[in-house]
C-alpha cells in the first residue's frame, strides 16, 4: 500500500523553526518528484516547495523563499522540510504530495504567540 | 492578473453534466499547458481527477470513474473538468493547477452544489 505519512507539525510562535517530515512506503520513492502545499484553514490550495527526484534541484513559492528549504533523503524514503522565520500566515495543514496520485493526510503547523 | 481563474461555485442537479472552468493568464497559452484537475471533499486530502494537455496526452487519476473527463476551450483560453452523471458524492472543492515558470499554481477551488 502506497504511504505518505507527514509529521512535525504543532505550534510555534512567530520567528520560530519547525521541521516537518514526510515518509514514504509502498512505491519507489527515489524515481519520484516530490512537493509540500499547503492549506490554510478554510482556504485553497497553495503549493510550497518542489524538489526532483535526485534532490540536487528546487524551487520555491516568493512567499517562502529565503526561510523553508526542502531535502529528502531518499535511502531513508524520507522528504523534509526546514521551516525558519515562521510568519502567521504560514499557518495551515501541510501536504506531501507528488501531485498525482500519491498524497499525505497532512501534518497541521500553527504559528500564533 | 492571476495565474489560474476559477468561478466560486457551480451549482447543477443530480444526473445533469457539470463543466468547470480554469481560465490561465492571457500570456499563457492553454494549447501548451498541461492542466491537473483535483477533488477535496471537507476534511479530507486532494484527490487527484486527471491531467489532460490533448486527447493524445491525458492521464485519469487512480480509480477515478471516465465520467470525469478533461478538455480545453482555446477561444476562451480556458482548462476545462467535465463531470457527467453527476450524484451528491461529488459535492467537494474543485482545483486546477499548472506548472508555470518552475512553480506550481493552483486555481483558487471551485465549490461544487448538487441539489
Known amino acids: ?113 | 492578473q492571476p495565474v489560474l481563474t476559477q468561478p466560486t461555485s457551480l451549482s447543477a442537479s443530480p444526473g445533469a453534466s457539470g463543466r468547470f472552468t480554469c481560465t490561465l493568464r492571457s500570456d499563457i497559452n492553454v494549447g501548451t499547458s498541461r492542466i491537473f484537475w483535483y477533488q477535496q471533499k471537507p476534511g479530507s486530502l486532494p484527490r487527484f481527477l486527471l491531467k489532460y494537455k490533448s486527447d493524445s496526452d491525458k492521464q485519469q487519476g487512480s480509480g477515478v470513474p471516465s465520467r470525469f473527463s478533461g478538455s480545453k476551450d482555446a477561444s476562451t483560453n480556458a482548462g476545462l473538468l467535465l463531470i457527467s452523471g453527476l450524484q451528491s458524492e461529488d459535492e467537494a472543492d474543485y482545483y486546477c493547477a499548472i506548472w508555470y515558470s518552475s512553480t506550481w499554481v493552483f486555481g483558487g477551488g471551485t465549490k461544487l452544489t448538487v441539489l
Open chain 1, 1 to 113: 500500500e502506497v504511504q505518505l505519512v507527514e509529521s512535525g507539525g504543532s505550534l510555534v510562535q512567530p520567528g520560530g523553526s519547525l521541521r516537518l517530515s514526510c515518509a514514504a512506503s509502498g512505491f519507489t520513492f527515489s524515481n519520484y518528484e516530490i512537493n509540500w502545499v499547503r492549506q490554510a484553514p478554510g482556504k485553497g490550495l497553495e503549493w510550497v516547495s518542489y524538489i526532483s527526484s535526485s534532490g540536487f534541484t528546487s524551487f520555491y513559492a516568493d512567499s517562502v523563499k529565503g526561510r523553508f528549504t526542502i531535502s529528502r533523503d531518499n535511502a531513508k524514503n524520507s522528504l523534509y522540510l526546514q521551516m525558519d522565520s515562521l510568519k502567521a500566515e504560514d499557518t495551515g495543514l501541510y501536504y506531501c504530495a507528488t501531485m498525482t496520485d500519491y498524497w499525505g493526510q497532512g501534518t497541521l503547523v500553527t504559528v500564533s504567540s
